[in-house]
């Protein structure tokens, strides 16, 4: 019944879009509410409720109001929608994809729970007071080595020296740190139940408030932060509950915190929902294909050269096969500093097939990342990558050039240094599976 509902909304919407793309968005959205009802079974897909609350926010309702709207961003005036139609094809065949990657795959049904047999220990934090340390002197010692890009939000305009690598280093790295070591001592408190362990789960939280206010730190952090939690909590049980909170960072919180980082340095406004530049990136792909020519392809360069954006200038992969970066570009967009959805970049790499095989590849992966989410799974660094992986996905849609590279990177070395200070202690295999196959 889902995948069937699937293809006639993917059918519904190209027809739709056809006649006018913001009849197209709309179908998306409603297409996308339709699969998160779908997706309420504990059993089913946790990377495919975060997609479509991410597609719900990004892709369906906003480009809709703008077009309807005639909304211009970045001074570049109206987009014609024939541009528009193109961005939204781009759109529905990377939805094709995730979803083809799922065929032959039965229906996983809820995890029927048993208190048979002998109780299992869970396993916890082997050091929580050394986590606490090793996240406190990650993350103060570095507000002393570079204050600076401690205070940056976006970067400074035409400083180019090594600042990505640098603000991996000694901003995100560090904070990044603290926030998984609260998710995972705050996981630890749940299991345990103790006075302590929920002490040291407090006392992690406000370390990373501290470090991760939001008047400096871009949201990315707080998504890759702190959505591995949520993941863990909601990901399996309150579905509903993920989903909307996913909707409300992003399109609530989201504008709103760029409004405080950005707006004492760049007098950025605020303005309604969808018009904010959060919601731009379905805008920003139409004008791109309708003031670009049809580019060579790339065959994965286009990819390589967004996904490098974070190295120096110097070392970035093929820097001209970045679509930013043409004349044409440039010339008609007032900020140089936008990102592309990575399903645009791989259709200029391999035309309408790349966002579908793009589809195809994230999904499959994604798949394996749904078999390691269980919230009594052994606190690990790989347990901690896999949610770090899944909440990462959030931003990654938005567009790899503004920011998902370094957040990403960041968040999995953070997991990582996380599950070493954790227990090396696995508990003994259930012989009867608590949890069918994960599966769409």
């Known amino acids: ?83 528009h139609m193109q961005a939204l094809t781009l759109l529905l065949l990377y939805m094709a994809g995730v979803e083809a990657a799922r065929f032959g795959l039965p229906h996983a049904p809820a995890p029927v729970r048993t208190d048979a047999g002998p109780q299992v220990p869970s396993a916890g934090v082997a050091h929580p007071a050394l986590m606490l340390l090793s996240g406190a002197i990650s993350a103060f010692a570095s507000l002393f080595i570079r204050p600076d890009l401690n205070f940056i939000a976006r970067g400074i305009p035409g400083v180019e020296d090594n600042v990505p690598v640098d603000f991996i280093v000694y901003s995100t790295l560090p904070k990044l740190i603290v926030l998984i070591c609260f998710v995972a001592l705050t996981i630890h408190a749940m299991r345990r139940g103790t006075f302590w362990s929920w002490c040291a789960a407090g006392l992690a939280l406000a370390m990373a408030a501290f ?8 949201r990315q952090v707080l998504l890759i932060g702190l959505l591995p939690l949520f993941i863990h909590l909601f990901g399996r049980g309150w579905r509903w509950t993920l989903a909307l909170l996913i909707f409300g960072a992003i399109a609530g919180l989201g504008p709103v915190l760029n409004l405080v980082s950005r707006g004492s340095i760049w007098g950025e406004t605020l303005t309604t929902f969808p018009y904010s530049p ?36 110097d070392l970035k992969l ?26 645009t970049t791989a259709y200029f790499d391999f035309g309408l097939a790349g966002p579908v095989m793009f589809g195809l590849a994230i999904s499959a992966g994604f798949r394996v990342l749904d078999r390691m989410v269980d919230p009594r799974a052994a606190l690990s660094g790989s347990y901690l990558c896999a949610l770090v992986l899944l909440a990462a996905y959030v931003p990654f849609m938005r567009g790899p050039i503004l920011g998902w590279g370094p957040f990403a990177a960041s968040g999995l070395i953070a997991a990582l240094l996380a599950g070493l200070l954790s227990t090396r202690f696995r508990p003994a295999r259930r012989r009867a599976a608590p949890y069918a196959p994960r599966a769409a």
């Open 211 to 218: 470090a991760a206010n939001p008047v400096n730190t871009a």
């Open 1 to 83: 019944m889902r995948a069937l509902s699937f293809w006639s909304g993917i059918a519904i919407a190209f027809l739709c879009g056809s006649l006018e793309p913001a009849w197209g968005y709309a179908v998306v959205c409603a297409l996308s509410l339709v699969q998160l009802s779908m997706l309420r079974a504990p059993g089913a897909s946790v990377f495919l409720l975060i997609h479509y609350a991410t597609i719900l926010t990004y892709f369906s309702l906003a480009p809709a109001m703008q077009i309807a709207a005639d909304v211009s961003f970045w001074d570049t005036g109206v987009i014609g929608p024939v541009a």
């Open 318 to 343: 093929f820097p001209e096969f970045d679509p930013l970066g043409w004349p044409a570009i440039l010339g008609n967009f007032s900020q140089a500093n936008l990102s592309l959805p990575p399903f």
């Open 278 to 313: 959060d919601f731009d990136a379905m805008y920003v792909v139409a004008g791109i294909l309708e003031r670009a020519s049809e580019p060579e392809l790339g065959w994965g360069r286009y990819l390589l050269s967004a996904f490098s954006f974070f190295l120096p200038r």
